[in-house]
Structures are given as structure tokens and as C-alpha cells.
DNA sequence: AATCGCCCCAACCGCACGGAT
DNA sequence: TATCCGTGCGGTTGGGGCGAT
């Protein structure tokens, strides 16, 4: 397809790129730099836009690139930082190197967000997504990512630890779901546990009750934590922020504080370590502490405001990263 | 062999943002 | 302060490849 030119009546060439015109592009900005897009097809004699130009460079001919497929490190990056970042792919992007936001983009929607929305079908905590992402320190994308090993995994095997050896990247031709560890998140260590949920608006949130237990149990959307700590869902939504950071009707009294400003900021700097101090009867001084500074309003919406609306997020054991997702029953 | 439908991915589009004027 | 311009980001599109029929 070919467009009108800006001034000059040249028409601007559309579509796929030639061998000829990567050719021009790359001896041009080998030879003078990228000094503005805008006038640089012209004096690189391309008949296209700037910004076709900007693209091509930047998604396919720039010589950092990396090309072919994703390696198992790289997919787990992926999964990982969109989990708690979202769909900003150039943010994920510059985590790694030699892959471009596009190309990232691209793979997590033919290959992963399938697969995503297969696992979510049988999952027996409908509506999360992340809950199969829960990860032991001992094992790598097998258990991050299962679904992603040739072998099929029942779906009954809650707690069952899945044993292929070198996972295929990109082959997801198992339907089975993959299942959450629980036995794996007792093992953190120190018993260290790096929360926050700000995910959705006010109308859709769900509160979640903390209390301590001193067993593991898995009912009705609730876990135990490491033995100790006990994350439990509230079926009515959030209704008020008013009360402070809707944790827990046990602990809405007191408040939170955070400048954090996006989900992720919060995950990688608030980090609540409940040791083995603590009682059965109550929250950990530290814990105590952490909830009882003062919450600002402003500070909550502005991180609901930067964060992805999927995300529902508790980071165990923040070196490790344990994503978490509750379900949602609304 | 021909046709159809699906999938992947390179490329495009619209918009937002930041710097310059 | 308002406007313009260049750039970057994320969502969407469409063409080619490929398997199924």
C-alpha cells in the first residue's frame, strides 16, 4: 500500500520490509546514528514513515537483538514481571536484554495468555489466573509454569510436584491444569512473608482476612501460609477504603502506609517478616508496626490508579517471589 | 490439489508524554 | 501557559504459513 508522501508527493511504501530497505536503514544509522526519525527516511532514500523506520530498527534490525525462541529463564521472566507489572512490555522488556517489548508482547499473547486461560478453566479456584504460578525455590519453570512440560499433569494432583525434566518452551500441548503447592510454600524461609493487594476498584475488591493458624488447611479459598499465617477471603467486595487498607475485619481499624507508587514498588519494598516471635494469639510486633503507621488515602489511590487491574497479588518470601493469586468470588 | 480456517507475528495505529519554543 | 513536535507504548490488524478436510 503506498501512501502520500509529506510534502514532495513521494508515496510512503507500507507493509513488509525488503532486504533492500533493512539494507538501506542499517547502512544509514551505521554510518550517522539515529538523529530524528522523522527526517531520517529521506536522507536514508526509504519511502517510509519515521516512525516505520523507528519500528523496524527497533523490533528486528538493531545487532543487540536476540532472535529465535524464548529460553526457559526468559519465559519465566516473563511470567513473572507481567504477573506483577501487567502489560508493560517495555518495562518487562528492559529486563531482557536483547528482547524487544513487541516481540514479548506477541509470545505472551500466542502462547502464554492461551495457556493461561486453559489452566484458568481448571482451576478449582476459578477466576485467578496467577495461582498456578506458585513456584518452590527447588524447582524451576516446571513448576512455575507446569503446564508447559509435554506431560500431562492431572488436574486432581493438588500438591502434586511435577517431575518432566527439561520443559519445552512454547509447547503447551497439555490442557491439564497445573495445581498449587502448598507443601512448597511451607518451606520459606524464616517464615518471611513480602504481601500487598491493592488489585481492583472499590466495588470489586475483595477483602482478606489474616489471622494466625497453626495448621495448613485449604478450604473454602483459604490457605495457611507457612503454618502461621492465614489469608482467607471475604465474599462481599470492598465497599469503603475508609477503614484503611482492606486487609482484614480483624485489622481494618489500623492502617497502612505506603509511598509506593505502583503494586510492583510495594511488592519489592514492603516486605512484613513474621518470624517465629510470634504468638498464637496475635500478629507479630513487626507486623503490628508495619499495619498500625498511618495510610493515606491519596497514597492508595494513587497505586490503584498504576495498578494493572488483574492483579491480585501476595509476594511470599520477596527474594523467591511466590506469586499468589486469590480467587474472586464475585 | 484445492479450499478453508486458524495461528503467529511483523507492522500499523492511536494516544500519551515530555521537551522545546 | 499553550502549542508543536518527536518519541515511545500498548492494542490491533492483516498477510503469510500451515494443518485439516
Not at 154 to 164: D, F, K, M
Not at 249 to 255: A, E, Q, R
Amino acid at each position: 500500500m503506498l501512501r502520500a508522501a509529506h510534502s514532495d508527493q513521494i508515496p510512503l511504501k507500507r507493509g513488509t520490509w525488503t532486504a533492500e530497505e533493512d539494507q538501506k536503514l542499517i547502512s544509514y544509522i551505521t554510518r550517522n546514528g539515529i538523529w530524528n526519525w522523522n527526517s531520517l527516511p529521506r536522507a536514508a532514500g526509504l519511502s517510509r514513515t519515521g516512525k516505520s523506520c523507528r519500528l523496524r530498527w527497533v523490533n528486528y534490525l538493531r545487532p543487540d537483538l536476540k532472535h529465535g525462541n524464548f529460553s526457559n529463564e526468559e519465559v519465566e521472566t516473563i511470567i513473572k514481571l507481567q504477573l506483577t507489572m501487567g502489560n508493560r512490555w517495555s518495562k518487562i522488556a528492559a529486563r531482557l536484554p536483547g528482547r524487544t517489548d513487541n516481540e514479548i508482547k506477541n509470545f505472551w499473547n500466542a502462547h502464554l495468555k492461551k495457556r493461561l486461560k486453559k489452566v484458568q478453566a481448571n482451576d478449582p479456584f476459578q477466576g485467578t489466573i496467577q495461582s498456578k504460578f506458585v513456584k518452590s525455590s527447588e524447582d524451576g519453570i516446571g513448576n512455575l509454569f507446569p503446564c508447559a512440560q509435554k506431560e500431562s499433569i492431572p488436574a486432581e494432583g493438588l500438591g502434586g510436584r511435577p517431575t518432566s525434566s527439561e520443559p519445552s518452551v512454547g509447547d503447551f500441548s497439555s490442557s491439564s491444569g497445573s495445581l498449587i503447592e502448598l507443601e512448597s510454600i511451607g518451606k520459606l524461609e524464616e517464615d518471611s512473608i513480602d504481601f500487598l493487594d491493592f488489585s481492583g476498584d472499590a466495588q470489586s475488591s475483595c477483602q482478606r482476612s489474616l489471622s494466625v493458624g497453626p495448621t495448613h488447611s485449604f478450604c473454602d479459598g483459604s490457605v495457611v501460609l507457612g503454618n502461621q499465617l492465614r489469608f482467607q477471603h471475604c465474599i462481599k467486595p470492598c465497599t469503603s477504603y475508609s477503614t484503611g487498607f482492606p486487609i482484614s475485619p480483624n485489622l481494618s481499624t489500623l492502617n497502612f502506609s505506603s509511598t509506593a507508587d505502583s503494586v510492583a514498588e510495594i511488592n519489592q519494598n514492603h516486605v512484613i517478616k513474621v518470624k517465629n516471635s510470634y504468638d498464637s494469639q496475635g500478629l507479630s510486633s513487626e507486623l503490628q508496626n508495619f499495619l498500625e503507621k498511618p495510610f493515606s488515602v491519596d497514597d492508595l489511590l494513587k497505586v490503584e490508579d498504576d495498578a494493572p487491574t488483574s492483579t491480585n497479588l501476595i509476594w511470599l518470601d520477596g527474594s523467591c517471589s511466590y506469586p499468589f493469586t486469590f480467587p474472586q468470588f464475585y
